[in-house]
């Protein structure tokens, strides 16, 4: 798997995934929230499928 978010993707990702995992968890939005673990992992690990999929690539360094 070749990194395939880049620098600022990543950040925006994980931000993300956190926010909505900390709001469903103190309940302010449902249980939906918890999808929020796929950015935050997709951001972690610097590879999204979707983006393989679809032949997106926001790393410069690739």
């Known amino acids: 798997m070749k990194s395939?978010?880049?620098t600022?993707?990543?950040s925006l990702r994980v931000g993300a995934?956190?926010?909505?995992m900390v709001l469903a968890a103190t309940?302010?939005?449902g249980?939906?929230?918890w999808i929020g673990a796929v950015p935050?992992?997709?951001g972690l690990i610097g590879?999204?499928?979707a983006y393989?999929?679809?032949?997106i690539n926001t790393c410069k360094s690739v």
Do not use: E, H, K, Q
């Open 27 to 29: 309940g302010i939005l």
């Open 40 to 42: 935050l992992v997709t």
């Open 52 to 55: 393989t999929l679809f032949g």
């Open 17 to 20: 995934g956190l926010i909505l």
């Open 4 to 6: 395939n978010t880049g």
């Open 8 to 10: 600022l993707d990543r």
């Open 47 to 49: 590879w999204c499928p």
């Open 31 to 33: 249980s939906w929230a």
